[in-house]
């Protein structure tokens, strides 16, 4: 059962879903939900980073509930921890109701993303960041 309150703090993105966004049964494309997590994670890696960071991996990939068109999609993405090169952040997306006030976790992930400079070749992440 998704939890009852999403994470503290901001959203790192929040975006209306669309019917473009949508199946013809009105629910939201999960690829387009891992989509919204993948940009969101990928804020938090190149802020971290202080510069490029792609993304090498996507563990953990669940779907709890389905997303429908109009609702209100908040991401959130935390870093978990900072390797050599490489960062983890665990991202939730949750939902809710255009008209309403309640919300629902509808997926979450763990995105590992590594630090690359100019030749686009793995570089080391600052520690002390």
Same mark, same amino acid.
């Given at each position: 059962m998704p939890d009852a309150s999403p994470p503290s703090g901001e959203p790192t993105i929040r975006v209306t879903t669309m #019917? @473009? /966004?949508?199946? @013809?049964? %009105? /629910?939201? *494309?999960g690829g387009w939900l891992v989509g919204? +997590?993948?940009m969101a994670a990928g804020l938090v890696a190149a802020r971290r980073a &202080? %510069? &490029?960071? $792609?993304? $090498?991996? +996507? /563990? !953990? +990939?669940? *779907?709890? @509930? #389905?997303?429908?068109? !109009?609702?209100e999609v908040s991401v959130y993405a935390d870093l978990v921890k900072v390797g050599r090169s490489s960062m983890l952040i665990a991202v939730e997306a949750w939902r809710r109701d255009r008209h309403g006030e309640a919300?629902? &976790?509808v997926t979450q992930a763990r995105f590992t993303f590594v630090a690359v400079g100019d030749d686009k070749q793995p570089r080391a992440v600052d520690q002390m960041a």
């Open positions: #019917p @473009a /966004d949508a199946n @013809a049964y %009105g /629910d939201i *494309f919204q +997590m993948d &202080r %510069g &490029r960071a $792609v993304t $090498v991996a +996507m /563990d !953990g +990939m669940q *779907f709890h @509930a #389905p997303v429908a068109v !109009g609702d919300i629902e &976790r």
